[in-house]
Each structure stands twice: as C-alpha cells, then as structure tokens.
C-alpha cells in the first residue's frame, strides 16, 4: 500500500552476513518494540528474514538485552538567509515538498530509485528519484528529522529526530515496523552488512537494535555527548567520537566499550572515518585532524591544518578515508573552506584547495580517486584527490547543503538543503 500525496516538483533536463546468529537473543529487560505495529508477516521465517552471505562475514553480533536544549532551539528556529539565485541550477529534479530547512537525505542503495528526506518541519518523505513522487509521508515526528537513511538491503528506511524518535518503515509495504524513544537523539546509522541500527544520544549511551525485532543493546557512557559514530569495515566494532574529544571502540558482539583514545584535545569530536584494514580511525576536532589505531588504543600521529601563509588552524568539519587499498590517501574540510588531502602512508599533505563556503560534508567516490564536498555556499563540487583539480561543480541551491548522498551506481546525487528544498543531480 502506498500513500501520495500533493507535492510541488520541477523535473529538468539533463545536465552536464555477514552476521549469523543474531537470533540468540535473550529477551528478559529488552525495551518493547511497538507490538502495535507489524513486525513480520506471519508466514515468514526469521531465521530466512535474516539470511545473509556467508563469505562476507563471520557471526559477529549477539544482541542481548541489556528535548532539545534552548540553544539548539534557537539555532534551528533561526530562518535561513537565502543567497541571489545562482547562474544556472544544474538539478535534474527539484524536491520541494519540505516547509523548512532538510537536515538528512539518502539514496536507497540497491537500485537507487528512491530517496529520503528529513527536514526541520519534523516530516520525512520517502519519494522516487526519477519524478519526485512521494510513497511515505513519516509521520508522528515532534521535533527536527536530523537522521535518515535506508537499510544495507533497502528493506527498511529509518528516520530520527532531535528528542530521539527512532521510527523503521519497511519500503514494500511502506508500513511502520518499529518505534522506539531513547531521548536526545545525537547520530543514527545502519549496519553496512545486516538490519542492525545504531543510534548515539546527548546523555552518552549507544543504542543498537535489531530490526523489526527490536532487540536491544546499550553502550553505556560516562555523561559526554555521543557526537558521531562509524560502523568499521569488519562489521564486528564501531568507533564513538564524544563531546570530549574521545574516541571509544566498541565491541558489537560482546556490548562492551573495549578501549578509549584521547586527542588530548578539549573539544568535541565533529567527524570520523574508518580505514579499510579496520585498525586506523581519522577524526577531527577543533583545529586538528588526527589519526588513531583502534588496536593499540591510542593516537598515532596529527595531520596540520594550517594553510600557507596562515597563522590559524582550521576548524576540521568532515573527514573521510579513500576505500582504495593503493591508495592511501585521507581526506579533511574546514569551516574555512579549505579541503586536504593527506598521504597516510608517507605522512605527508598532497594538496590544500580552498572552495568559497565552509565545507560541510565529504565522501569519497567509490570507483575514482576523488572526492565530493557540499559547502555552505550552495555547491556540491568533485575534486581529483591526484591533481587537487576541480573537476566538476553543481549549483541550484541558495543556502547551506547540509547533507549529500551518492548512489550506489554512481548516476545520481541527492542533496539536502537550508533553503528548504532537495535535488537530484545527474552524473556524467
């Protein structure tokens, strides 16, 4: 069953498991999971729902039991200024269903046809990419939609706002399967090889569940903010960066906080990125970016962010790490707009490209050694990571992009935006 509903859109033309055993749960203390809400169709065996491929991971997780301040209210309260229309917008599609600023956006991942949006009027929509047609209005939200995203399968779409409701709708039936209320809400993302669900809160605990069921484990913490969180490569740890500058692993199977790294550096950690050989950890915080080895628990070295000629650190937003083996390269943006890319094997910076807004997000192209930038001026840009070239740049919005997701097939870019409004850029 699908629900439509009226939207405004502009069509354009074209521009230039891994885990088994995770039934094992015990069930005595586990957090209800809204029985009101289906959870399974009555014919479907869990142990078939949760069949995943056996050469991409052994069993690695046994889960067990286990409001927004006034300052924030007023930051997100504020009304965007809206910037002079740019010389040409380049979108594809234009989304404009939103009433206020879009926080989170995401491309579902396995045919890339549909995509989420989660915004500051507390509504996420589910829409298809190719004509901007909304499936999913999500509603019961009170708060901001500051998280979304889809399922490793595109099973399940998952939307979370600021005072920490976690909503699960399954994308068949575009029904609500799960709820669940954890506070304030800081991060959310999904397991990259099963239904599992993370989430960091405000008063420092992880949560992670498995979907539809519900089952529940709880990180606990010692009273810092939960700032960010990544899942690592071996699906079997992730890596919490806190309001304190720590970093802490975690052990997913065992539910236990396995070791702590300090920056030594009073600040909280704004990003994080895993390598792939599961050990190294790129983080950033205040003016530094730093690298940390998850297997000997401590910080093994600090990437500079000072440009020439420049007495001032940067502010380091977003970092990210290349998926390439034989390329070991590491990626930072500053609020001041500077990108760098560093050699992490021969510790050494490659290039520094200063773009003309903050940068507020960077991902790494799957396929090509380069990397995407979202900034506060309203561009998306594509980089070279080998030249430090600008190869490409899309424009259309008039305020800050907050949020940016590529598909899976490299044929689309889906943008979340100030000006209260979401597109889908083609690629070439």
Not at 116 to 131: H, L, R, S
Not at 132 to 139: A, F, N, S
Not at 168 to 187: A, L
Not at 331 to 344: P, Q, R, S, V
Request: proline share 4%; net charge negative.
């Amino acid at each position: 069953m699908f629900w439509c509903f009226d939207q405004k859109l502009e069509v354009r033309g074209t521009v230039r498991s891994p885990l088994q055993g995770l039934l094992d749960m015990p069930k005595s203390d586990t957090p209800p999971s809204s029985p009101h809400y289906p959870q399974m169709d009555d014919d479907e065996d869990e142990e078939e729902f949760f069949e995943v491929n056996e050469d991409e991971l052994e069993e690695v997780l046994n889960l067990a039991d286990g409001g927004r301040s006034d300052e924030e209210d007023e930051a997100f309260d504020d009304e965007p200024v809206l910037g002079p229309p740019p010389e040409r917008d380049d979108a594809f599609l234009l989304f404009s269903q939103h009433s206020s600023s879009i926080f989170s956006c995401h491309i579902e991942p396995t045919n890339g046809k549909l995509a989420v949006t989660g915004g500051q009027d507390d509504k996420a929509y589910v829409w298809e990419i190719e004509n901007g047609k909304i499936l999913l209005e999500c509603t019961g939200h009170q708060d901001s939609v500051t998280a979304v995203e889809f399922s490793q399968d595109g099973n399940y779409v998952a939307t979370a706002d600021m005072a920490g409701l976690v909503q699960v709708w399954r994308t068949s039936s575009m029904q609500k399967v799960w709820e669940y209320t954890m506070g304030d809400m800081t991060w959310m993302r999904w397991h990259h090889g099963t239904n599992v669900l993370m989430a960091g809160a405000a008063s420092s605990e992880v949560y992670m569940w498995k979907i539809p069921s519900g089952d529940c484990k709880v990180f606990g913490g010692s009273g810092e903010k939960s700032d960010c969180g990544v899942i690592l490569p071996d699906g079997k740890r992730a890596c919490v960066g806190y309001s304190d500058g720590t970093l802490k692993l975690l052990d997913l199977k065992a539910g236990s906080i396995v070791k702590s790294m300090s920056s030594d550096e009073a600040g909280t950690i704004s990003d994080i990125a895993a390598h792939h050989d599961n050990n190294l950890i790129l983080a950033g915080i205040n003016g530094k970016a730093f690298v940390a080895s998850c297997n000997q628990g401590k910080v093994l070295s600090t990437l500079h962010t000072q440009v020439p000629g420049g007495t001032e650190e940067q502010n380091v937003e977003a970092v990210a790490i290349s998926p390439d083996a034989s390329l070991p390269l590491a990626a930072y943006g500053t609020l001041e707009g500077y990108l760098f890319i560093w050699d992490l094997a021969h510790q050494a910076q490659r290039h520094i490209v200063h773009q003309q807004g903050a940068i507020t997000k960077i991902m790494w192209d799957q396929e090509r050694p380069s990397v995407y930038t979202s900034g506060t001026d309203g561009v998306l840009r594509h980089f070279d990571v080998r030249s430090g070239v600008l190869v490409q740049e899309w424009l259309g919005h008039r305020a800050d992009i907050l949020d940016f997701s590529r598909s899976r097939d490299g044929r689309y870019l889906l943008t979340a935006s100030d000006d209260k409004t979401s597109r889908i850029f083609k690629l070439d």
